[in-house]
Antibody
Framework: EVQLVESGGGLVQPGGSLKLSCAAS????????MHWVRQASGKGLEWVGR??????????AYAASVKGRFTISRDDSKNTAYLQMNSLKTEDTAVYYC???????????WGQGTLVTVSS | DIQMTQSPSTLSASVGDRVTITCRAS??????LAWYQQKPGKAPKLLIY???SLESGVPSRFSGSGSGTEFTLTISSLQPDDFATYYC?????????FGPGTKVDIK
């Protein structure tokens, strides 16, 4: 059974940092590109960024809204992807999903999401 | 960035109705379009990929069509489980972008 389990969400003050984790099982994590997508309450889906596989040099890319503040990494030995979020703003408040991009197909696996609230 | 639009934003329909949702891209994305279904409090679920290919396990009443800049998602006979919000997404180029969503509710 495929599982993506996010953790690490919570309440943080503006300007603070938080690191999310996404633990994967049931598929070949090391060969997969992993993405992060967020959704503010009552709003639509927003792509945050991605990290490719080792075969693709672990290349990362980010949305303009988070570039320079967020960093995506992965540990294939632990089947886990990470989203390090620094200099958080109130507008970063959202549910954060990790998801697997199946090349040519879209996002076939999603986690349950973890809520990040940025507030003083 | 490629902008995605959807119409309508809300759709009221009855069980058994045929439902069509339209998605438009601001520039050509070939067939690199996916459709997702999302229910409240849940993660999105992939329904259609490459504009018209049905994801494994998805009921055949869902279908997709289109290429270039205009796409449609059709539900041939709406079922109670289909009341949800539907999003299109382009994965032709980064940043990947989603449409604003279409909420299908009960008439």
């Amino acid at each position: 059974e495929v599982q993506l389990v996010e953790s690490g969400g919570g309440l943080v003050q503006p300007g603070g940092s938080l690191k999310l984790s996404c633990a994967a099982s049931g598929f070949t994590f090391s060969g997969s590109a992993m993405h992060w997508v967020r959704q503010a309450s009552g709003k639509g889906l927003e792509w945050v960024g991605r990290i490719r596989s080792k075969a693709n040099s672990y290349a990362t890319a980010y949305a303009a809204s988070v570039k320079g503040r967020f960093t995506i990494s992965r540990d294939d030995s632990k089947n886990t992807a990470y989203l390090q979020m620094n200099s958080l703003k109130t507008e970063d408040t959202a549910v954060y999903y990790c998801t697997r991009l199946k090349t040519g197909y879209g996002y076939d696996y999603w986690g349950q999401g973890t809520l990040v609230t940025v507030s003083s | 960035d490629i902008q995605m639009t959807q119409s309508p934003s809300t759709l009221s329909a009855s069980v058994g109705d045929r439902v069509t949702i339209t998605c438009r891209a601001s520039q050509s994305i070939s067939s690199w379009l996916a459709w997702y279904q999302q229910k409240p409090g849940k993660a999105p679920k992939l329904l259609i990929y490459k504009a018209s290919s049905l994801e494994s396990g998805v009921p055949s009443r869902f279908s997709g069509s289109g290429s270039g800049t205009e796409f449609t998602l059709t539900i041939s006979s709406l079922q109670p489980d289909d009341f949800a919000t539907y999003y299109c997404q382009q994965y032709n180029s980064y940043p990947f972008t989603f449409g604003p969503g279409t909420k299908v509710d009960i008439k």
